[in-house]
T-cell receptor, first 112, second 115 residues
Framework: KQEVTQIPAALSVPEGENLVLNCSFT??????LQWFRQDPGKGLTSLLL?????REQTSGRLNASLDKSSGRSTLYIAASQPGDSATYLC???????????FGEGTQLTVNP | NAGVTQTPKFQVLKTGQSMTLQCAQD?????MYWYRQDPGMGLRLIYY???????DKGEVPNGYNVSRLNKREFSLRLESAAPSQTSVYFC??????????????FGEGSWLTVV
């Protein structure tokens, strides 16, 4: 059974800092991996999707990398801003089906 | 652009009561999903519908039923609510079940408390 772990569970940083969020998964046979953002009381918004054949994806200040062999992905946020404060979740889609397996998320707080 | 719309936003039920969570999407997506989110458990898939006319169990289907009413609408029914079903419920949709290059879109959630 695929398990997705995100460390740390919570992170607090000063504004302007570059930071890395980690995601690990137990079964490397994935179809893709996504990073989501969740604001309090809201649904999830997809930030980046990395296909299994890709190594990284970039969107603005966000860069997500994928290392299938080691079962790891990182989300790099450059020059963090208070507006980046949210919970970030990663999810993997397994090759065999449509189910997304989610991690529990990292709650990020960026302090002004 | 409404995207994925869920109703109700908040609901309090007594144990044993029944209710239906409604979900509609206006993006002409084929696949729709119901998830629940619990502290320490992350998001878990309850049921999904890969296409109109089909439904399949997810990770935690017990105590729930679903109906894919048409391409737009996918409802989740609790026949006899239990305190263990207290959770935040999210509906989602994607172009097709194998998300692939197409992302998945979530509604804003329905907060359900069973007392």
């Amino acid at each position: 059974k695929q398990e997705v772990t995100q460390i740390p569970a919570a992170l607090s940083v000063p504004e302007g800092e570059n930071l890395v969020l980690n995601c690990s998964f137990t079964d490397s046979a994935i179809y893709n991996l996504q990073w989501f953002r969740q604001d309090p009381g809201k649904g999830l918004t997809s930030l980046l999707l990395i296909q299994s054949s890709q190594r990284e994806q970039t969107s603005g200040r966000l860069n997500a990398s994928l290392d299938k062999s080691s079962g790891r992905s990182t989300l790099y946020i450059a020059a963090s801003q208070p507006g980046d404060s949210a919970t970030y979740l990663c999810a993997v889609q397994e090759t065999s089906g449509s189910r997304l397996t989610f991690g529990e998320g990292t709650q990020l707080t960026v302090n002004p | 652009n409404a995207g994925v719309t869920q109703t109700p936003k908040f609901q309090v039920l007594k144990t044993g009561q029944s209710m239906t969570l409604q979900c509609a999407q206006d993006m002409n997506h084929n696949s729709m999903y119901w998830y629940r989110q619990d502290p320490g458990m992350g998001l878990r898939l309850i049921y999904y519908s890969a296409s109109e006319g089909t439904t399949d169990k997810g990770e935690v289907p017990n105590g729930y039923n679903v109906s894919r009413l048409n391409k737009r609408e996918f409802s989740l029914r609790l026949e006899s609510a239990a305190p263990s079903q207290t959770s935040v419920y999210f509906c989602a949709s994607s172009v097709r079940a194998t998300v692939g290059r197409n992302t998945i879109y979530f509604g804003e959630g329905s907060w359900l408390t069973v007392v």
